[in-house]
């Protein structure tokens, strides 16, 4: 393994970086115009709730802030199988699960699908990726060509959660290199050599964020900005699991550590968003630059008396969504769409103007981002198959801008009225007044199911939440 300094790996990257490609030789030949540059962002594990501008008056995030301000905040997006490689999979493809066969984590994308970068290459972007990968069948590294393709440039990690002093492949290098620091700033270091060295071609660049997937652990300089002891959390948080100021922490380490470290994470991923659109500033690009943050799931942090994903309750599903785009998206934005993790491939594409495959099965709401239609959503499907590594269960769902209804291996699981009930501390399924709506949810799910064609069996166990200390809330 090689060991460089952050400003020796930043130099050798940069080196790594093509000049001027094919395609964009061949954009360039066509005077077809100029296309957008694009920058998509996405966190692992960040809910849609750790944003101010989400609500939250706790975390602190104002890059995140100013660039909704800036834009367009989609309060609904979605991820429908909220968990890592299945939502990669839909980001890349536009496909369904059951469509690609990733229908849970460490499922290699398959060689036979047409990927977003291929499609933005064709039409002459220069391409590149950063940090985390996970769709392979294995979590181990290098990752091979056939699963780069379609990227120019490639700084990857296949799946680790060491967030310090991390580990990468450049491009078909033999060896990877660590390299010494907080891996969200050593990814921004690359994000903005990127922008620096492609600024006069049209860009596509993606960065996965590492945080803040467990371990939550933070550097100390964000943590500082919070003290742990006014932080409260979410109203579906049970009380044995995050227990009032004052009563003593019952779980070790407690939720309200938890919360904190989660928190300064998702500060960290906010400061070097605000590195990422300073660059596209400086180097004068960021008009004509698309510029997407989002995550790959959220995390339940305790809520419902569960963590980590994989549930169909919003702090599992509902995840981060705004998009900057100066030139055509009008300022101040805040809509209730119901974004799928399906659309956002159909959507990228159609913004930059860049042909979608025919078997894509997402949404494409570029015209609706743009202002040119309304056209959106009425429901998302939800699914998820358990992979193993702790009690889990299959599960498929369907989620409105008002409701979200789902059942597991053995039946009705869970209905919440989500006008009424934002935090779904009152489960109506078995509520005799709410027959009607159960089944007026439970039709248009198996309608969604043979439409799509998927038919995969259920199977699991209930997943357990976290153990709880004895004791009652006083």
Known sequence: MNRQ?????IKTASAAIP????????????GAGKKPNLVFVFADQMRAHAMGCMGNDQVITPNLDKMAADGLLVRNALSIQPVCTPYRAHLLTGRYGHSTGVIHNDIRLPDRETLLPEQMKKAGYATGYIGKWHLTETRLNPIDAKSSRGWDFWAVRNCSHKHSDPVYWLNDS???????????????????????????????LFLSFGPPHQPYKAPQKYLNMYERQTLKPRPNVPYEIYPVKGKGDTVKPSMAEVLHEYYAMVTSVDECMGRINAALEEAGVADDTIVV?????????G?????RKQRPWEESINIPFIVRYPSKIKQGQVKDWIVSSVDVMP???????????????GMDYSDTFLGKSDKERDA???FNVHGGGGPGTDWRGIRTKEWVYAYHYSGDWVMYDLKNDPYELDNLIDNPAYAAQKKKLRDQLEAMRAELGETIPLKGIQPDPV?????KQE
């Open 19 to 30: 000049a001027l490609g094919i395609g964009n030789q061949l954009f360039a030949a066509t």
């Open 293 to 301: 943050f989002t995550s790959d799931h959220g995390d339940m942090l």
């Open 347 to 361: 959507t990228l594409l159609g913004m930059c103007n860049v042909p979608i495959p025919p078997q894509v099965e």
């Open 303 to 307: 809520s419902q008396g569960h963590i």
């Open 467 to 471: 153990k709880l200390p004895k004791g």
């Open 5 to 9: 300094t952050r400003r020796q790996f």
């Open 380 to 382: 998302a499907f939800l």
């Open 174 to 204: 033999k060896q990877p290199t660590r390299v010494p620091g907080w891996e969200p700033d050593v990814q921004t270091d690359l994000a903005v050599e990127f922008i620096k060295k492609k600024k006069n071609d049209p860009f596509c």
